[in-house]
T-cell receptor, first 112, second 115 residues
Framework: GEDVEQSLFLSVREGDSSVINCTYT??????LYWYKQEPGAGLQLLTY?????DMKQDQRLTVLLNKKDKHLSLRIADTQTGDSAIYFC????????????FGKGTHLIIQP | EAGVAQSPRYKIIEKRQSVAFWCNPISGHATLYWYQQILGQGPKLLIQFQNNGVVDDSQLPKDRFSAERLKGVDSTLKIQPAKLEDSAVYLCASSSSGRAGNTQYFGPGTRLTVL
């Protein structure tokens, strides 16, 4: 079955870059997503990448996709205290049923 | 543009009781999803609607969970009877069409506690 794995915690210093990693098993994954969840809030889509791309950049965010290794990463440049949240990797495989399969989330902790 | 609305925001019930959650998607969004997020885990898809038809309910525990979207707009999710392990946040999301790459917009969720 489909599975998405992430490490549970990442601690970085304010101003440094954060790199959050994710691996997935479904080779038919069409789109891969990064969502952000702040305490008590819903999920906010940060960015997504189509499976035929290997990189996507959006301001401070860079997504790298290694389709051969089924590895996805999210790099946040110049990490700020407002970036403190849980980051979820998710995928879907297209077609009519496109519900997302999520990882367990990575807690990003910012040290001053 | 208004986002996805859900109510109630919080609900506490005893096991074996019934509970219902309501979702109003973004106007014009044909596809609606219900996810269950247990503490410490990522959301898990329960059911996907396209207009008022079910596209995917393979992970819905049908012996106790039911959902409907009668007029293709609002949706309700019901649990009857509730078990302790149903304690979770129930998230509703909508998208303009059920195709990969279409952004799913999430509501704030309903936090259910079953005692």
């Amino acid at each position: 079955g489909e599975d998405v794995e992430q490490s549970l915690f990442l601690s970085v210093r304010e101003g440094d870059s954060s790199v959050i990693n994710c691996t997935y098993t479904d080779s038919s994954s069409t789109y891969l997503y990064w969502y952000k969840q702040e305490p008590g809030a819903g999920l906010q889509l940060l960015t997504y990448i189509f499976s035929n791309m290997d990189m996507k950049q959006d301001q401070r965010l860079t997504v790298l996709l290694n389709k051969k290794d089924k590895h996805l990463s999210l790099r946040i440049a110049d990490t700020q205290t407002g970036d403190s949240a849980i980051y979820f990797c998710a995928e879907n495989s297209g077609g009519g049923a496109d519900g997302l399969t999520f990882g367990k989330g990575t807690h990003l902790i910012i040290q001053p | 543009e208004a986002g996805v609305a859900q109510s109630p925001r919080y609900k506490i019930i005893e096991k074996r009781q019934s509970v219902a959650f309501w979702c109003n998607p973004i106007s014009g969004h044909a596809t609606l999803y219900w996810y269950q997020q247990i503490l410490g885990q990522g959301p898990k898809l329960l059911i996907q609607f396209q207009n008022n038809g079910v596209v995917d309910d393979s992970q819905l525990p049908k012996d106790r969970f039911s959902a409907e979207r009668l007029k293709g707009v609002d949706s309700t999710l019901k649990i009857q009877p509730a078990k302790l392990e149903d304690s979770a946040v129930y998230l509703c999301a909508s998208s303009s069409s059920g195709r990969a790459g279409n952004t799913q917009y999430f509501g704030p969720g309903t936090r259910l506690t079953v005692l």
